[in-house]
């Protein structure tokens, strides 16, 4: 399943850079023709909370109210944010280039574009503690925990989050899954240790936002966004793994901090990030 899921992300990958030669409006319209099924879930989306309890699903229906498009990268406390700015998890962890399928160009230009973004060493150590945590309050819960190959009705991108969970939850500790799991491969597939530029840029590399937030000064950064907005907002907390506020850099060794700066080297120039810091 990983290498048909690596193929496919580069496949998909491919035909991106392919459309991207097309205007924004011609490629969304080709898009929309060719994927009944996600033309109908956007406009949902847009119409609706799809979520079983109100405010505890994703929709986009704040986006067009408030006139903008919250990118939310995983491990960044996007929950969190939506909640507090918009009451629901807003598009969940859609990135730059479905937005511009969902959204014409004259919405996606005019719309207040953001996200928050979190040093990467950080971030790395943040997902790994959550994948762990869930496997092991499924397995507490339940008593075991099925394997990704036995949903077989499940669709793509559920059986590649189960097998994260699986392949985190396989090593014996945090310097061991660094040294030995992360690679090209691995990150392209696995949203939650994918790197952050893949979510807001466009496929040519541009960085289609008008303001990065960071998950350092996230209080400060979700006031000014609110104030932005129009809305009141007050930071709530959704989510959170345990042991998340834990200072990363006591986690790394030299080896595994290399590891970090070489695959997520995009994301440490792009957002000026360095190990301290």
Partial sequence: MGLDSYNAARMRDALGRVMWLLPHDARRSLYLRTHPDQRELFRTMREHDLGEVPGQGVSLTAFDRYRCIFVHIPKCAGMSVGRSLFGDYGGSHLGIPTYQMIFSKADFDAYFKFAFVRNPWDRVLSAYRFMDAVYNRYAEEYGTVPRPEEYADASDDLRTK???????????????????????HNLRVHEHFRPQHRFVCSPDGALRLDYVARFETIESDVVKIGERLGIDATLGHDNRTDGDSVDYRDHYTPRMRKIVEEHYARDIELFDYTFDG
């Fill in 162 to 184: 189960l097998s994260t969970k699986f392949e985190v939850h396989g090593y014996d500790d945090f310097e061991s899954f660094v040294t030995g799991w992360i690679n090209p």
